[in-house]
């Protein structure tokens, strides 16, 4: 393990250098018209109170990555219909005045949408496959009411196609994974080949169909929700550990991606968990802008770090956990080193 971890932060080292890009995160809906086993603010979730920043609102969190010199901002929601086209455009455009580069995560939408967004200037999108494992992904990701499922890779290749960065990435731990599709997700990392790369542990909601495992034996889990029936020495755990694994492994496949060390790492080791990922092969910190009344309603898994701080207290303790690993913060935008070397090899 400490052999897969040093190689892992000298490629970073080598291909992306010491610096941290630092991505204001603003969570601008939790509305979604989705269903994921998983996920906490899954649309049969009725204990979550729902909200929708208004375009001040997030002008205002879009302005707070401007005073602290971060380089770009990630709009993130739910799969929200209530998110226009128009709107959207309107204030991409906006944050582009403001000289930030853009990253989109708002699900599957349409084509449409994807180039409309592109032209407004949105640079980046961010869509994790979740698992490669198509039936796993089917059961815990139900497709909408009378629609066919949507193939995420296919997407990502179309996103590409458009103009945009691509990120992508799987949760590490879903009852249902085995070591085997956590193997093929990575190596599927290289093949799209993704831009970034976001990973993180699988974590219980207790107001989730998954989440209620302690109720539910996995016999009923597979039985109710389809989930692939595997062997229980094949699961793969939950843990800070492998989450650490599969972010060293991303590094070492992909040495030029962007790879976050993601808020669900920085939860499930509250203490470490953002230094250690940072020293075994991240080189990317997404800092809260969101305004901290709506940050509880954020709710995709329980005790989500950081969420009674205020964007201030954030960034600094963001700069105190560089300092303290010999880290420097990003300067400008921190484009994809993957992209532009595809770019040069192309020409
Ligand atoms: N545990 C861990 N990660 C989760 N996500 C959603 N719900 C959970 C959960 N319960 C992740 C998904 C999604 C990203 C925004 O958050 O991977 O793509």
Redesign the pocket.
């Known amino acids: 393990m400490q052999s897969l971890f040093v190689q892992a932060d000298s490629l970073r080292q080598e291909h992306v250098g010491d610096q941290v890009h630092l991505r204001g995160l603003i969570e601008i809906s939790n509305n979604c018209r989705r269903n ?1 086993l ?3 603010i899954r649309t049969e979730n009725r204990n979550v109170e729902r909200y929708r920043l208004s375009k001040e609102e997030i002008l205002g969190a879009a302005q707070k990555a401007v005073d602290f010199q971060y380089g770009s901002v990630v709009l ?1 929601a739910g799969e929200d219909g209530g998110i226009e086209t128009d709107w959207m455009t309107d204030i991409i455009r906006e944050i582009k005045k403001l000289g930030l580069a853009i990253t989109l ?1 708002l699900g599957e939408r349409d084509d449409r949408d994807f180039q409309i967004w592109r032209k407004a200037g949105a640079d980046r999108y ?3 496959f ?1 698992t490669s494992n198509p039936k796993l992904f089917a059961a815990i990701h139900p497709p909408l009411p009378n629609r066919e499922p949507v193939d995420r890779i296919a997407m990502l290749h179309r996103l590409r196609s458009f103009g945009y960065e691509i990120g992508s ?3 590490i731990g879903i009852p249902g994974q085995t070591f085997l599709d956590l193997a093929q997700d990575i190596a599927l990392f290289q093949t799209i080949p993704l831009d970034m790369i ?1 990973c ?6 207790p107001q ?1 169909p ?2 209620q495992v302690a109720t539910f034996s996995q016999a009923e889990l597979r039985e109710k929700y389809g989930l692939p029936e595997i062997s229980p020495e094949d699961q793969v755990p939950a843990t800070a550990e492998m989450a650490f694994k599969v972010i060293a492994l991303a590094r070492i496949t992909c040495p030029k991606a962007n790879i976050p060390c993601t808020t ?1 790492v920085a939860t499930i080791d509250a203490k470490e968990g953002r230094k250690l990922g940072l020293q075994r092969g991240a080189n990317v910190v997404m800092p809260n802008l969101t305004p901290i009344k709506y940050r509880k309603l954020y709710e ?2 329980p005790n989500k770090a950081a969420i009674y701080l205020t964007a201030e207290q954030t960034h600094e303790s963001v700069l105190q956990s560089l300092r303290e690993i010999g880290r420097i913060p990003g300067q400008g935008r921190g484009d994809s080193a993957a992209m532009l070397e595809r770019r040069q090899n192309s020409f």
């Open positions: 994921c998983y996920c906490g993130q995560s961010l869509l994790r979740e990435g799987v949760m976001g993180g542990p699988y974590l219980p909601h989730t998954l989440g669900a995709i898994y």
